[in-house]
């Protein structure tokens, strides 16, 4: 069965700390992965994917097949960083996204 | 000039009524979905369309129906509305295109309460 998941359901840090949003999956065949960010008062948006090796905001994600996750990093987290952040799997039709429990992100000063 | 706009953003009702929900999009996209996100946020799809045609539709009580009268409008219409309907209902859209998933471009959101 496919299916994402997200284990931590929060995670605070402080300004200038390291951050690591965890995603594993399940999934047979390869994967379409991404991440979508949800900040406050603003609509679910793209942040990236897998396929596109881009980084965004200072955020990279690399899919590890072989641990079947898809985590999210940003070295240096900022206060703006603060949101909802949803980890996604396209499913096996290609047809719709499989979305993870979400974590959300909170950054202090 | 809004991508994807939900109408209501927010709907309260009594147990037992009939609501809708519409969805429009100005994208020129050709796949819609609906998506529910409960209390604890997490986002499940409900129905996907593309082109008009329903194409996933996920164990969703039969008291919910899509209808997509055209590419740009997909609505939701749920029938005796029951307390655990209470949710934010997403509408989203895509391109579809042979390199996979496109990008999901969502709505704002319509909070459901059901009283």
């Known amino acids: 069965a496919q299916r994402v998941t997200q284990p931590e359901k929060l995670l605070s840090v402080f300004k200038g700390a390291p951050v690591e949003l965890k995603c594993n999956y399940s999934?047979?065949?390869?994967?379409?992965l991404f991440w979508y960010v949800q900040y406050s008062r603003q609509r679910l948006q793209l942040l990236l994917r897998?396929?596109s090796r881009e980084s965004i905001k200072g955020f990279t994600a690399d899919l590890n097949k072989g641990e079947t996750s898809f985590h999210l990093k940003k070295p240096f987290a900022q206060e703006e960083d603060s949101a909802m952040y949803y980890c996604a799997l396209s499913n096996q039709a290609g047809t719709a996204l499989i979305f993870g429990k979400g974590t959300t992100l909170s950054v202090s000063s | 000039d809004t991508a994807v706009s939900q109408t209501p953003k927010y709907l309260v009702t009594q147990m037992g009524n009939d609501k809708s929900i519409k969805c429009e999009q100005n994208?020129?996209?050709?796949?819609m979905y609906w998506y529910k996100q409960d209390s604890k946020k997490f986002l499940k799809i409900m129905f996907s369309y593309n082109n008009k045609e329903l194409i996933i539709n996920e164990t969703v009580p039969n008291r919910f129906s899509p209808k997509s009268p055209d590419k740009a409008h997909l609505n939701l219409h749920i029938n005796s509305l029951e307390l655990g309907d209470s949710a934010v209902y997403f509408c989203a859209s895509s391109r579809t295109s042979g390199g996979g998933m496109g990008e999901l471009f969502f709505g704002e959101g319509s909070r459901l309460t059901v009283l």
């Open positions: 999934y047979s065949g390869s994967p379409e």
């Open positions: 897998h396929i």
């Open positions: 994208l020129g996209h050709d796949t």
